[in-house]
């Protein structure tokens, strides 16, 4: 190795930074330290590139908006507000005990049911 | 006990002059201003980390409401000590990210198709093209690299955090940010040229 990592680390670390907040004179950067050009070119266009490929997005205004109120509890925090953000196992686990319960409580009904019209007939 | 905190923390007008510790703190009374302000600083910023880290809008939207209703929910457990209100969100949000690929088993990639259309927009055509396949030969690359290194360039490239910044989240030294910043950049380079010297052998091979 020619030269110490860690001026290597230090040159990219500056050089990224002049190029996310696109100043002007990348070459003073490069001359500041005791690296060889040809060593560096190519790891500075692709800090370039990935400057290119990488920029930030926003969320819809609706989506802000919405999520804000809420948040901020203006909106009905109603059952399906509270259940919409919980985790996926949660809210699958909750749906079938949801269901299950159901179908035992219809099952039990009916067997109260048939129970009763065979008492007659016993008699 | 919470009508006492709310006596003894004054609240000034103007909650944007305040410090993300002192909205906390006034959050922390029940302050659902003060939470309101903190979710305006870094709403756009955890949208577009979750965005990048699941690849759709929609699941983009639910995950980020998932993490500032866990945030509020949480606050009242949160001290500073050394790890900053931002990187504790962030935090949250590569929790419930990480969540969100186990649940569904998918592999942990950062898809950049909708961003390189949107920055090629205002290119001409032919160039386009060109810009295009190169872009998409770096997101290839990038989808190859390690979970940590992805979050890495994320953090760096997308949010515009400081090392030091990066560090509190991703809970090392800014030096170790660095260093692993390097070993990023170069097995990024190396992977572009692996995948430039396969392409070219097989256009020879053809030829």
Do not use: C
Not at chain 2, 167 to 188: C, N, P, Q
Request: charged residues 30%; positive net charge; proline residues 3%.
């Amino acid at each position: 190795m020619a030269q110490e990592p860690t001026e290597l680390q230090d040159l990219l670390d500056a050089v990224t930074e002049a190029i996310i907040n696109e100043d002007a004179g990348l070459d003073k950067i490069v001359t500041r330290y005791d690296v060889s050009r040809s060593d560096v070119e190519g790891l500075v266009s692709l800090v370039h590139r990935l400057h290119v490929a990488l920029v930030g997005v926003r969320p819809s205004r609706r989506f802000a908006q919405r999520l804000r109120l809420e948040l901020m509890g203006q909106e009905r925090r109603g059952v399906i507000n509270r259940v919409r953000y919980l985790p996926p196992r949660v809210q699958i686990a909750g749906a079938i005990v949801l269901v299950g319960g159901f179908m035992l409580l219809r099952h039990r009904r009916h067997s109260v049911e048939a129970d009763a019209q065979e008492v007659p007939a016993l008699r | 006990m919470i009508n006492l905190r709310k006596r003894l923390i004054r609240r000034p007008k103007n909650l944007k002059q305040l410090a993300d510790i002192e909205l906390v703190d006034l959050a922390k009374t029940g302050d659902k201003d003060a939470f309101g302000e903190l979710y305006e600083r870094y709403l756009d910023k955890i949208y577009s980390y979750v965005y990048y880290r699941t690849g759709n809008h929609h699941d983009a939207e639910d995950l980020t409401a998932r993490v500032f209703f866990r945030a509020m929910a949480h606050i009242d457990g949160y001290t500073e000590r050394g790890v900053p209100f931002q990187a504790w969100l962030y935090r949250i949000a590569h929790n419930l990210v990480a969540n969100w690929h186990r649940d569904r088993g998918r592999r942990k990639v950062i898809p950049l198709d909708e961003f390189i259309a949107a920055s090629l927009k205002s290119d001409a055509p032919d160039k386009q093209a060109e810009d295009q396949e190169e872009l998409k030969a770096l997101r290839d690359a990038i989808r190859r690299l390690p979970e940590e290194r992805q979050q890495l360039l994320l953090l760096k490239f997308v949010e515009h955090l400081s090392n030091a910044e990066i560090g509190a989240i991703m809970d090392r030294t800014e030096g170790a940010v660095k260093s692993l910043y390097h070993r990023t950049l170069i097995a990024l380079r190396d992977e572009l040229q692996n995948a430039d010297s396969s392409q070219s052998s097989l256009e020879s091979k053809k030829g």
